[in-house]
């Protein structure tokens, strides 16, 4: 009985060692900074798309204007906990567009 306990609780723990996981990913429309890792500008991350925006990932879009050609439409769809968030970011005065 005790064997069985065990071994029901490793299979648990191991069924459930994943949650809380997520991929995060900097976005920057300059240089990036080596201490944030990986690093690179929407454009980089919208060419692989089905790579990146995926479940359980984390953008962080860096201070700046982050543009896609005006002809790229972005559609991201079957995903579920993408977040985008913005760093040190202060709206301005003013029109602000997102």
Do not use: W
């Not at 991350?45 to 359980?56: E, G, K």
């Not at 005006?70 to 968030?85: F, P, Q, Y």
């Amino acid at each position: 009985m005790m064997l069985f306990t065990i071994a029901t609780g490793l299979l648990f723990i191991a069924a459930f060692s994943g949650l809380g996981h997520c991929e995060e990913y900097y976005v920057s429309s300059t240089e990036c900074t080596d201490d944030l890792e990986p690093c690179h500008s929407l454009l980089f991350y919208f060419n692989d798309s089905q790579q990146y925006f995926v479940d359980d990932s984390v953008f962080y879009f860096m201070n700046g204007t982050h543009i896609l050609d005006e002809h790229e439409l972005l559609v991201i769809r079957d995903v579920n906990n993408l977040t985008l968030k913005g760093l040190d970011y202060k709206l301005e005065d003013g029109f602000n567009e997102t």
